[in-house]
């Protein structure tokens, strides 16, 4: 390992290391535009010069490896007189556009302008001018204030592996551009207005809306998909206007999807603010006494095996718990979080969580993945497969449907009893399996919803014990959930047991009473017309339209709830705004229930329902925690035939998928433009 001199002070550090990281490592602040330690290097911006001895002129420290017996010095008056020049062509064509900047504030090169510029310009020639790119409804561009940077081309080309912009011309003609003008197509485009170093590329939803001193900012996480991305919501007053990124380098490291950042204007449109009863055919409003007593008089009347919950993709960990309870104390077992009809239990934690972890993608070195696409499941885990595919050369192959998954990868076809030839040792794959050292296997949760899922699961099972994708040191069995709460329900188990109806049942059956607790995703033309629906949510989506009863409940942003992400994660949302008008968090309403129906409520706060979901699962005693476990069943069961040959996807369109997506004019934007769904009308 290269020892090297920075300022007098001697450092040794891995070889391939930048001399920019080894003055990091030594706390010593280089500045830059050009240069993100997540992106391949440029060295075109010119702004971290530094002097090195025995070179007659400044070197850039982003592109400049550090070697053996280098002495570095970064604060000398060439240096200074370097970067001053630097920062004196950069501000050449720049637009004084500051006071109504949307990056005013944030911005890289006023903050660096201020501490390394000369303090005056010697340019007093025309300023150029740039036509503006059209980039879509998500991004807005302001080219004149570009600096060529070129970070937001590498981030779609390297990271979301979407090459979509690029540089046109030389020298004072050079101009980033999509070529041609349309919208960008990356699930996480939105990024490259975070990594942009100047205002030329800002949000286009959040333009002119606030300016980031006036915002309240919380941390936070998401549960638009099941990844659980750390994010940052900035609020005024009882309004989130924006959503950033968090880093984590175990998760999302610091990206984010755009229906992540983008959708939260629907967290405002089509809310549910007032307790509804089912007057005639009507919904009325009504207080929460009346509806309270509405809801109590039917369960009374109601027989405990016909009265079940179904939880719905958003829904928080302690709602199913307290639900869960209230159940009990009833005497029914009719619960259920698989509102997708997937038919998992929880004996096996690993038959339902993603066991490698998102981190864990860049060691492996072959994936299967099998009836499931993650670049619209979960847009960020695709992300890190494919920075494990250009990094550690990962070796993908797809069992599904062909999609366009932003890097290479070898089809197999779309037929599950390729599966068989595999596990039988029948098929020219086996032999790129066998040479593996860390496999992988994906399964999409849809492939869980299958009538012959026992049968993909059987196969499955006999390919992970013989390839070894299971060891003491590796766990490469995945399952890609794509609902927040799923993981987080099947870990306390709500689940029907033997005497329990699962939601096929209790969506085609008769029930007395059925609690929906945001479930908008079940199949509503099959449930039955006499069942009496209560809708516990916070949008007037399919559920609240099928209702009898209505109990207005709160979003991911309104409450402190825990979740638990696909690799098995448990998180916990945080308050940023207040729940509208009488809507109140959803286990809240549930302990109402159960005061009005007259049982005994084990609780009186949300840390009393905690200390029950750490009794209940161990994983909930520590936040943010991953519990390993390499448990997983050598028997599969007895095959069975598949019942159909080929795999579906579950979306049709990503960026309407819950709720909050469903009722974003954003997003509605996105599905028109992007996705071609012209029928799709803006809320």
Not at 56 to 70: D, I, R, Y
Not at 384 to 413: C, F, M, Q, S, W
Not at 534 to 541: A, K, L, N
Not at 613 to 632: G, L, P, Y
Request: net charge negative.
């Amino acid at each position: 390992m290269p020892k090297l001199t920075i300022d007098g002070k001697e450092i040794v550090v891995e070889e391939g290391t930048t001399v920019i990281q080894a003055c990091e490592t030594l706390g010593i602040e280089i500045p830059r535009f050009c240069y993100h330690e997540r992106l391949a290097i440029a060295g075109n911006c010119r702004m971290c010069l530094v002097e090195m001895e025995k070179s007659p002129k400044p070197v850039a420290s982003c592109a400049q490896p550090a070697l053996e017996g280098m002495v570095i010095k970064t604060d000398t008056p060439m240096v200074k007189k370097a970067r001053e020049g630097v920062m004196e062509f950069l501000l050449i064509n720049h637009p004084l556009d500051c006071p109504i900047c949307d990056q005013g504030g944030e911005c890289d090169l006023q903050d660096q302008a201020f501490f390394y510029g000369r303090g005056k310009n010697r340019y007093t020639e025309e300023k150029r001018a740039v036509k503006d790119k059209y980039m879509g409804p998500l991004v807005a561009t302001h080219m004149t204030r570009c600096i060529h940077c070129t970070r937001c081309v590498r981030f779609l080309e390297d990271v979301a592996g979407t090459p979509e912009l690029g540089a046109i011309g030389r020298g004072e003609e050079m101009e980033v551009t999509t070529y041609i003008e349309k919208s960008l197509s990356s699930e996480l485009s939105g990024n490259i207005i975070d990594l942009c170093p100047v205002g030329a590329l800002t949000s286009k939803p959040y333009a002119f809306k606030a300016r980031n001193w006036e915002l309240k900012k919380t941390e936070t996480i998401d549960v638009l998909d099941a990844v659980g991305s750390n994010i940052r919501a900035d609020s005024r007053g009882r309004e989130i206007m924006r959503i950033l990124p968090r880093i984590n380098d175990d998760i999302n490291e610091e990206w984010i999807s755009d229906k992540t950042r983008f959708s939260y204007d629907g967290l405002k449109y089509q809310r549910l603010d007032t307790p509804m009863v089912k007057k005639g055919d009507l919904l009325e409003a009504v207080s929460w006494e009346e509806a309270l007593s509405t809801l109590a008089d039917k369960i009374t009347k109601s027989s405990a095996e016909k009265i079940g919950a179904i939880a719905g993709d958003l829904t928080d960990v302690e709602t199913m718990l307290v639900t869960k309870e209230m159940l009990q104390k009833l005497g029914s077992a009719n619960f259920d979080c698989r509102q997708d009809g997937s038919q998992v239990d929880n004996k096996y934690r690993s038959l339902y969580t993603f066991n490698t972890t998102i981190a864990g993608i860049e060691q492996a070195d072959i994936c299967l993945i099998i009836g499931s696409n993650p670049r619209h499941e979960a847009a960020i885990l695709n992300a890190r497969i494919r920075k494990a595919h250009l990094y550690n050369n990962l070796k993908v192959a797809v069992i599904g449907e062909k999609v366009d998954l932003t890097y290479p990868y070898r089809y197999l076809g779309n037929n599950a009893w390729i599966l068989k030839q595999i596990a039988d040792g029948d098929h020219p794959y086996c032999s790129i399996l066998n040479s593996a050292k860390n496999p992988m296997i994906i399964i999409g949760s849809q492939v869980l919803c299958r009538d012959d899922f026992e049968a993909t699961l059987y196969q499955v099972k006999r390919i992970v014990n013989e390839y070894k994708v299971i060891r003491d040191d590796w766990n490469g069995f995945n399952v890609l959930q794509r609902a927040a709460s799923r993981v987080g329900g099947l870990d306390i188990g709500f689940i029907p047991g033997k005497s329990g109806k699962s939601v096929n049942r209790m969506v085609t059956e008769k029930m007395d009473v059925l609690f929906l607790l945001g479930a908008d995703e079940i199949n509503f033309s099959k449930l039955h017309l006499d069942t009496f629906v209560v809708y516990i949510g916070h949008h007037g989506d399919k559920g609240a339209h099928r209702a009898d009863i209505i109990l207005p409940g709160a979003t991911y942003t309104e409450k402190e709830a825990t979740y638990v992400n696909l690799e098995g994660r448990p998180q916990r949302t945080n308050l940023v705004v207040y729940p509208p008008n009488e809507a109140k968090e959803d286990w809240v309403i549930i302990s109402d229930i159960i005061r009005s129906l007259r049982l005994d409520l084990d609780y009186s706060n949300v840390k009393q329902v905690r200390n029950k979901m750490s009794e209940v699962a161990k994983i909930f005693e520590q936040m943010n925690r991953i519990k390993v476990s390499n448990e997983f069943p050598e028997k599969g069961g007895k095959f069975k035939d598949f019942l159909s040959d080929n795999f579906t996807n579950p979306f049709e369109n990503y960026y309407m998928t819950d709720p909050i997506s469903r009722n974003s004019r954003t997003m509605a934007l996105c599905t028109k433009e992007i996705t071609g769904s012209a029928d799709q009308k803006v809320a």
